[in-house]
């Protein structure tokens, strides 16, 4: 099974690459308090559709470059405007 994430495109001006910032809520372990903490992962878009602030599914892949790891699986919600 391929692990697969939902998070936000920050950038789309790559060739076939989008930024994809994955956010993840947990409570800290001592303070007890919750953290929003984010990730960015390099994804392989190769229709190049998604845009800036699109909500996508993303999925791991093979490497297909030095930073991409993950290719595009749909998008979930298009940005307003």
């Not at 910032?21 to 800290?28: K, P, S």
């Not at 372990?29 to 390099?42: A, I, Q, S, W």
């Not at 998604?50 to 993303?58: P, S, T």
Request: glycine share 4%; aromatic share 4%; hydrophobic share 35%.
């Amino acid at each position: 099974m391929k692990k697969t994430k939902t998070g936000r495109v920050t950038s789309d001006r790559m060739e076939q690459t989008i930024v994809v910032r994955v956010e993840e809520n947990l409570l800290h372990p001592r303070y007890h308090k919750h953290v929003t903490r984010h990730v960015k992962f390099y994804a392989h878009d190769a229709q190049q559709q998604a845009g800036v602030g699109d909500l996508v599914r993303i999925e791991e892949c093979r490497p297909l470059s030095r930073m991409k790891r993950w290719r595009l699986v749909e998008i979930v919600e298009k940005a307003e405007g």
